[in-house]
């Protein structure tokens, strides 16, 4: 089966088919590094770690290059405030941005590139497009002439006259017309500024991306990605540049991704609603918050709340618990070949369906919930007698699983560890007495074997008031902070997620 991929540019949803047999080359526009990356960025980033990922498993060689935006004017204001280099700062809070997306499992790209690392690049295809009559010299900075370019605004499909009603010119502008944007501007003091043939300046937003992708992926490339608030003006004009430079097309697929809401607040940095990754990390595990990110289809809106994270992580501790069950009944034993009970690698069909229908992770996540269905039915209401066949089923499942991880960057911990911190969280999230707690399951396992039901059973009542459940094991008592949790967690519906 081919995958089918929403390509912005198009309109459409279409094969995705490599410019060279086996090979992508991919490029993601990375973060702006003048602050913490804040949660709407990370969403946009683990959604391309996941296509990512899934174009590997899928066999395709893939080069995945993913910028820093270490240039830029919010960095220079953010310098002037704390009165530090805007250079330093901004390699600052790139360590910080590599610390924060470790966290969070985001493979590193292949290539990082920073634009103060490019500048010969950059002038390369300024001057380029200078010699091709698209660009123009005001004052010290040049610009790119949008007149001169006619397929300008095929990507967001903008009306050009509305546009020019609604444009306007920044102070100190020096442009011909209001859409045309600069390509570098001259350098003003305190500023970072490189020698050009236009004399000191820095380039403008845009043409870093057209320089580096140039550099790593070549001038036509397979996918260029980015959060849906880039297609205008960054990636209009990112295309514009390529291709008036090159002559040749520039990405052949262009692909989006949705907002992130705040409590329906649309997620802007102008409104205030910054959630920082590392804040949302501090208060939820990593993998929850991918769960969350990929239980909605990435191109569409997705609301972030405190509900929506304890949702997602309740889920895993499901998916986990699971696993530690399947485990507990395999325990380490590979059941030989024969027969299995049902169609247990349907569900390994049904998430590589759901992947190739334009990266659709949350119906992949659909997939994952059968799998741990099947499971818990094996185990708990086993449908068959012959244990062999409820052995070999599970460990068909289990090894699904392993597959499935890999791709979606979940359920890659050993299930005792996992559950262990989450446990950890929600005793200190719920101010649980853990010394009381073990205290009264000890004399309740004391009273047990004492044959004293009636003592035991008040001590049960009582952990119940303190918010802990006891499950009674083979090897022992073991206690949980209460779950109003499992089952009752909506699954996320694969179809209802699906857009076209
Ligand atoms: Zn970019």
Known sequence: ???????????????????????????????????????????????????????????????????????????????????????????????????????????????????????????????????????????????????????????????????????????????????????????????????????????????????????YLGESFDIHGGGLDLIFPHHENELAQSEAASGKPFAKVWMHCGFLDLEGAKMSKSLGNVVRLRDALSRVDAEALRYFFLSTHYRNPLSFGDKSLSDAEARMEYFYETLRKIDARLKGKEPGPGPVHGEPQKFLSDFEAAMDDDFNAAGALAAVSGIFAAANELIDRPPVKDKAVVERTLSVLREQVRRISRVLGLLEDAPEAWLARRKERLVKERGIDRGRVEALVKARDDARRAKDFATADRLRAELKELQVEIMDTPSGTVWWPAREISDSVPVTDGLSARIS
């Not at 088919?17 to 702006?32: F, R, S």
């Not at 501007?185 to 020698?195: F, V």
């Open 1 to 215: 089966m081919p995958i089918r991929v929403f390509n912005t540019l198009s309109g459409q949803k279409e094969e995705l088919v490599p410019l060279e047999a086996g090979k992508l080359g991919i490029y993601v526009c990375g973060p702006t590094v003048y602050s913490f990356v804040h949660i709407g960025n990370a969403r946009t980033f683990t959604s391309f770690d996941v296509v990512v990922r899934y174009l590997r498993y899928r066999g395709y060689q893939v080069k995945y290059v993913r910028n820093f935006t270490d240039v830029d004017d919010k960095i220079i204001n953010a310098a002037r405030e704390s009165g530090e280099d805007p250079i330093a700062l901004a390699a600052r809070y790139v360590e910080e941005f590599r610390r924060d997306a470790s966290a969070l499992h985001l493979l590193e790209p292949d290539v990082s590139p920073k634009v103060s690392e490019h500048i010969p690049e950059i002038l390369r295809l300024i001057r380029r497009l200078e010699e091709r009559g698209v660009a123009y010299r005001s004052d010290g900075d040049v610009y790119f002439a949008v007149g001169k370019y006619s397929p300008y605004a095929k990507l967001s499909k903008r009306n050009l006259e509305d546009m020019k009603a609604g444009a306007r010119v920044e102070v100190g502008e020096q442009k011909r017309e209001p859409l045309d944007f600069a390509l570098w501007k001259a350098a003003k003091p305190g500023e970072p500024a490189w020698e050009g043939p236009w004399g000191k300046g820095r380039p403008g937003w845009h043409i870093e991306c057209s320089a580096m992708s140039a550099r």
